[in-house]
């Protein structure tokens, strides 16, 4: 079943609740070619808005683009359309990894230091014990290895490529690399092998439900305070969307 997508200042966000994400994935698993699922912030909402360049186009062509800022929902809204679903990203991979295990499915794990890649993969198996792991390599890899990289994923075609820490281009790096492979779906989430390994906390449901992750952060690292400017500019993009704009 379609899904609806709608426009936000001028980039896509999918309306896909939880009941219906199974069946999305499930399509995804069977469309032929790189597939990719993005979990979009208010950050890279504003990034993506300009027209030129490949993460512009990276957002904007992904097959599944689920909103994890509040931002984004009230934008909607103050825009007239339809509101998405927000996700929380970890619950979301939790959702997605839970679909690809009852359907026997497989992984690949691509991101982190050694030890922490290590523990999140007996994590991820004891959790999810019909998800086959095909294959694992670490983040921050140097350049000249990373052809190998990239053959070991397409030689495994895993269901489902995720990536975390130590994969600099992030959502980009399936992008720019989608005609190497044959059929895998991607997903990017910076935390989520710090999570599985117990060595980063995830964000409390309380403070996502307030929509307050961001606070977290700059609590944790006081230089990140600057990750607010760019609410005052979506903002007034809104505005302006909302007197002038037709979308």
Not at 10 to 32: A, F, S
Not at 145 to 155: Q, Y
């Amino acid at each position: 079943m379609a899904i609806e997508r709608i426009s936000v200042i001028g980039v896509p966000v999918d309306i896909c609740t939880p009941d219906k994400l199974e069946d999305q994935i499930l399509e995804l698993l069977l469309k032929p070619g790189t597939k990719q699922i993005v979990f979009l912030n208010i950050w890279d909402l504003l990034k993506a808005r300009k027209r030129k360049g490949d993460f512009a186009e990276c957002i904007k062509s992904a097959d599944l683009i689920l909103p994890i800022s509040k931002s984004i929902l009230k934008g909607a809204k103050f825009l007239k359309k339809n509101v998405p679903y927000r996700y929380n990203p970890f619950s979301a991979v939790i959702q997605i990894l839970s679909i690809m295990d009852s359907h026997y499915k497989s992984l690949y794990m691509l991101g982190s230091h050694q030890k922490t890649l290590q523990t999140a993969e007996r994590n991820v198996h004891r959790t999810f014990p019909n998800l086959k792991i095909v294959g694992r390599y670490v983040g921050y890899y140097p350049k000249t290895i990373e052809a190998d990289i990239v053959n070991s994923i397409f030689k495994a075609q895993p269901s489902l490529v995720l990536l975390g820490d130590g994969i600099k281009e992030k959502n980009c790096w399936s992008y720019r690399r989608r005609n190497s492979f044959s059929s895998s779906i991607f997903l990017y989430y910076k935390d989520i092998f710090g999570i599985f390994s117990e060595r980063v906390n995830r964000i409390s449901d309380k403070t996502f439900e307030k929509g307050r992750e961001v606070f977290a952060e700059i609590a944790h690292n006081p230089f990140k305070i600057f990750l607010l400017f760019p609410y005052m500019w979506y903002i007034l993009v809104l505005v302006w969307y909302r007197l002038f704009k037709r979308q």
